[in-house]
Structure formats: C-alpha cells, structure tokens
C-alpha cells in the first residue's frame, strides 16, 4: 500500500514538474519565435512588456483569459468545444516518454526520473497521439460553421496524412539502428560521442524527418491549414479566447515535442558531443539541442513563402515517400550485412 | 551538364540553403526600429508641422488681418476676422484668427501667402486627442504654439528698418499680455 502510494506521489510531481516545464516553455517559445523573426526582419519583436518584453508572454496569456468567448450561430457546439481539446490533449501527452535526462534524483527517499513513463513502444505511442491531434483540426474546421475554417480543416487532414507517411518512414531507419522503440533505449543506443548519433548513418532520413515535421506541425512553409493570407486563420478562424488559447497551445506544444523527438532518435538525446563536455548536466545538453530545432523552424519561417497545394502534395508524395522507403531498404541490407 | 548542375542544385536544396544565409545574417544586423514614444527622430528644417502664429519681441502679434492666409488656403482651414485699429483706419489686426487643424493639410501655403511672416510652421505633430474640437484652435492657442515653438521673436519691422512701411503695426498691447 506504501508503495503504491510512492508510486502514485512520484509519477504525479513528475507529471506536474513536465506539464509547467513544457507549458512555461511553450508560453516562452511564443516570444523567442517574435524576437527571432523580428531580428530576422531588422525590427526589434516585443519591447514594452517587462525588460525587453521579457513579460510579453504573461501578458498574451492574461488578455486571452480575458476575452469573450465566442460560438458562432449554427456551429456545432459539443464538437466546436471539443476540437481544442482533441488538439492540445494530443500534443501535451507526447511529452510523458520524452526522457529529458540520464540521472534519477533522489528526495525524501523517493526516486524521481527524468522522464515520467518509459514504454517499450515509445515512439509508436507518440505517432498515434499526434494522428489523434489532426482530427481536433478537422473537427474544429468543420464545426464553425465557415468556409474558411472547413477548407482550413480539409487541407490540414491532406497534409496530416500525407506527411505521416514519409514522418513515420523516415524514424523507421533509426529503429533498425537502435533495435527498439523505447525512446529511452534509443537514447542509450547513441552514447559515446557524437559520432555514435544517428544522424550520420540515418542523415537521409533526418532530413526527411525535419521537413515532414514542419508539416505535421503546420507551419511556414507547410501551413496551408491556416495560410493567413488565404484562408483568414484556417481552421480556427471562429474560435476566440481561450479555445483559441488551446489551438496556440497545441501548435507550440507540438513544435517542441517534434523537437524532442528529433534531438532524441537523431542528435543522441542528452548525450554531450564529447567526452571531456559531459561535467555539463545532460537535462542541459537536451533543452539546447531542442532549442537548436526550435531555432531552426523559426528560421525556416523567416526565410520560406508558403507552398502551393500541388507543390505540397507532389512534394510529399512523390520525393519524401520515395525517398523514406529507399532510406530503409539501404538501411536495412547494410545492417543485414553489417551486424550478418 | 547545365541541366545536371540545376538537379544537384535542387536534391541539395542549394537557394533554400542561400535564402537561409541571408536571414541569418539579418539576425545580427542593428534594427532600424525607432522605439517611438521613448524616442523620437529627429525632424529636418523645413518640417511641416503645426501651424502657429507669432509675435514681436515686444509682444504684440505680427498679424495685420489682411486675409491672404485665408484666401491662399486650399482646405478652408483658416478664418479670419479682421478690424481696424480705432482712429487709424490704415493699421488693422486680426480680431479673431480661427484654425480648424482638422481640415488642415500642412502645405504650408498659409506660410508663403503671409505677407508680415506673421505665421510660422513648427515641428510639432503630436496632437491626437479625444475630442475633435481640440484642434479648432482659436488665436490664443496659435500664439501659445508660436511662443513655444519660436522663442526667439523678430524686433517690430519699424525698429529694424526705420523706413518699412509704417502700417504695418498691430494694435499696441493686444492680446493683453
């Protein structure tokens, strides 16, 4: 009885600690991605709120609290109000077999991991949530009531769909690598310097995997589901306060929990790149490398204009699919001769 | 072999790869942002903003009501009520000078038709208000905007040249001061 009551206290602080690390960091990834794409622009992002509008976020967050929140006529209330949900749920709940981490901490005779769950499918875990997250856009695109929100909606179930495919393909290659879809495994599998990552072997399908990711994540040069200058704001064009709130959420959610998975079947997780820079703590060695994708898909927004839909689709059906499946039959007769 | 160049140029995303140079480069240039209420740039001579009417050094206005600011006006802007002093049907002044700033276009016409420079353009624009009738200024205004803006005042034309014309005087003492 003790220790399932142990149990129970460590798993829920570790649930509590990841939910408002990951929160705080989506809330700060809003205002890291303005900076960036102000510098980019040769403006100077957010100035006003808090030293160099360091509060900017909080402020954001206060004004969505406080805004009304609108139903439009005719929509489908009990999907409208549950689309934000089936969006954010998804993106929140990859984060429970991310390992942040190597070293347990030990308080008050408990054992605290850094991660909060390691299941032997990790990976495949995460994949299902994320497809789950495409039907909250569909879903929230169909019952506004709009043409806008619907045609947003159709075109996010398109891409979703078609750059699963090459996302799911191109982690497959590192899964022959690593010989496990534990993610913690996976990790394990990269020690020993930065040539053991799996970028090297797997640097096909790391590309693939970043380019897809962008997609799955609608975002520039990918974001057709919400293209500002076509469609309003796509699929949550009627959603306002904080169901518009979870639409944002969900998106930054998910862009760093692409992030993760990059940083983790790719760069070696929280693995140093050397030997002689392990005294840095390895929680540290994962966010940087995470920041270093966020940075990256900011800096793809900065610089790409947005596909067209033929282009899209072409793109994703017939170089990146061709190309992951390539990437795993090389992969898989080199290992075949490699490990006989 | 043109051709092949352009396909490795493509399989290796080489404008992309260019394209991202140029951003990143942006990153570490000075933004051209002027934080603007905490500060302002700096505005060169000859910058149009409101209108103001002035003074001698020794505090009667420069106006002589002669109206030519209000014909020159191409908005309408400016009323002017002009009189004449008592007993001297030659020196007249301005009894009333009425500005509607809301109709104001900021040519400068104004300017250019006075025939005293009794009106003079400053460098303020910051006049955003809540009440629109704020910016129908009245004489009183127009010469507290010229006191603030041009706080250097010209000497009455007669003492600087004893021989200018001899009408060209606003009534002694008005507005009192």
């Not at chain 1, 303005?34 to 909080?58: A, F, S």
């Not at chain 2, 007249?92 to 109709?103: G, N």
């Not at chain 2, 010469?143 to 009408?167: N, S």
Request: hydrophobic share 50%; aromatic share 14%; net charge positive.
């Amino acid at each position: 009885m003790i220790e399932m009551a142990q149990y129970l206290i460590v798993v829920l602080v570790t649930i509590g600690i990841v939910m408002v690390t990951v929160l705080l960091h989506v809330a700060y990834l809003t205002y890291f991605e303005r900076k960036i794409l102000g510098w980019m622009q040769d403006r100077m992002g957010p100035m006003e709120v808090g030293y160099h509008g360091l509060l900017q976020p909080i402020a954001d967050g206060l004004k969505l609290f406080f805004k009304e929140d609108i139903v439009p006529a005719q929509a489908n209330k009990v999907i409208f109000t549950l689309a934000p949900i089936l969006v954010l749920v998804p993106a929140l709940i990859g984060f429970a077999v991310i390992p942040f981490g190597r070293d347990t901490i030990q308080i008050f005779g408990l054992t605290f991991r850094p991660y909060v769950t390691d299941i032997n499918i990790g990976i495949l875990y995460i994949l299902a949530f994320a497809s789950i997250g495409a039907y909250g856009v569909l879903l929230g695109g169909w019952a506004s009531n709009n043409k806008y929100s619907l045609l947003g909606g159709l075109r996010s179930a398109a891409q979703v769909i078609s750059y699963e495919l090459s996302l799911g393909l191109s982690i497959v290659g590192v899964l022959l690598l690593a010989g496990s879809l534990s993610l913690v495994k996976i990790t394990e599998a990269q020690g020993g310097g930065m040539f053991h990552w799996f970028i090297i072997p797997q640097f096909v399908a790391f590309v693939i995997y970043l380019i897809s990711a962008i997609a799955e994540t609608n975002r520039l040069p990918f974001d057709l589901p919400e293209a500002e200058s076509e469609l309003v704001a796509g699929f949550f064009t009627e959603y306002s306060g904080m169901r518009f709130a979870f639409f944002f959420l969900a998106e930054y959610a998910n862009m760093i929990l692409v992030s993760c998975i990059a940083t983790i079947l790719f760069l070696g997780g929280w693995h140093a790149p050397f030997e002689a820079l392990s005294f840095i703590p390895p929680i540290l060695w994962f966010v940087g490398k995470v920041y270093l994708f966020l940075f990256f898909y900011i800096w793809i927004r900065g610089t790409l204009p947005r596909l067209r839909y033929d282009q899209l689709m072409m793109f994703g059906w017939k170089v990146m699919i061709p190309l992951a499946l390539a990437n795993i039959l090389v992969t898989s007769v080199v290992l075949y001769f490699v490990k006989g | 072999m043109k051709r092949l160049k352009r396909l490795f140029q493509q399989i290796l995303f080489l404008e992309i790869l260019a394209g991202m140079a140029a951003t990143f480069k942006h990153l570490f240039v000075r933004p051209i942002t002027i934080q603007y209420p905490h500060e302002k740039r700096v505005l060169p001579n000859g910058y149009r903003g409101f209108i103001a009417l002035l003074r001698y050094d020794d505090g009667t206005d420069k106006c002589v009501g002669c109206d030519l600011c209000e014909a020159a006006c191409p908005s309408r802007v400016i009323t002017v009520i002009s009189a004449e002093v008592e007993g001297q049907p030659l020196k007249r002044y301005a009894r009333e000078y009425a500005m509607d700033m809301t109709r104001c276009v900021f040519c400068g016409l104004c300017v250019e038709a006075c025939p005293v420079n009794a009106l003079g353009m400053t460098k303020e624009y910051e006049y955003a208000t809540y009440d629109k009738r704020n910016l129908n200024l009245n004489k009183e205004q127009l010469l507290a905007i010229g006191d603030r803006a041009f706080p250097v005042r010209e000497t009455r034309v007669e003492f600087q040249h004893p021989h200018a014309a001899f009408f060209n005087v606003a009534k002694r003492g008005y507005p009192a001061k």
